[in-house]
């Protein structure tokens, strides 16, 4: 891999680290060639303080190391991706990310529509929520409900009108997370038996 330490009159490129599940940012840190090198072999991020003078493998304290599982280069050839499996905090501070953030696993849209209908479950009203009127009348309806839906997309996928398909599969998948909530579950609950059996 070509990387450009020779952009910047220090020699430092920056680099930035991700939790290769979650896909979130951890930290940015800056190397020279020496870090990447150290990096490299160590398979844990190795940085160069600025203020130290030195070179630091983060985790060298604290024992929360950045065991590194790949590094990749930007298209100038001066801005590296480490993607990491992080044991334990990242931030000096304490917290998950030097953002203050927690480093947990999202779904985009999904996670968004997952927090709805949990706050939908906890306090909406039934009668001005459809959610909630849902998880008033129990498991065995929006089980039913799902099942409905379920057989709807079945129809929908042996006909031709996508339009049709696409809406009954939103639906379903919409009732599910609210099947999967109602008996105590999340997403990633399912995510981690896919994983397991990947």
Request: proline letters at 2%.
């Amino acid at each position: 891999m070509k990387i450009d330490f020779t952009k910047n009159k220090d020699g430092l490129i920056p680099a930035i680290i991700q939790d290769v599940n979650t896909k979130n940012v951890l930290m940015l840190g800056f190397m020279n060639q020496e870090a990447y090198e150290k990096t490299v072999e160590l398979k844990k991020a190795t940085f160069y303080s600025r203020t130290k003078k030195r070179l630091w493998t983060k985790g060298e304290e604290s024992g929360n190391f950045l065991n590194v599982v790949s590094i990749k280069n930007d298209c100038d050839n001066d801005t590296l991706l480490i993607q990491v499996n992080p044991l334990g905090m990242t931030c000096h501070k304490g917290t998950d990310t030097c953002w203050g953030e927690e480093n947990n696993q999202t779904y985009g849209f999904l996670t968004e529509l997952e927090d709805v209908i949990k706050l939908r479950k906890k306090s909406a009203n039934p009668e001005n929520s459809y959610v909630a009127s849902l998880f008033a009348r129990g498991v065995n309806r929006i089980a039913q409900k799902v099942g409905e839906e379920a057989v709807e997309t079945v129809i929908e996928a042996m006909d031709t009108n996508d339009e049709l398909f696409l809406n009954e599969s939103a639906d379903l998948l919409f009732h599910y997370l609210i099947l999967l909530q109602a008996k105590g579950f999340t997403l990633q609950d399912i995510v981690n038996i896919l994983e397991g059996r990947h």
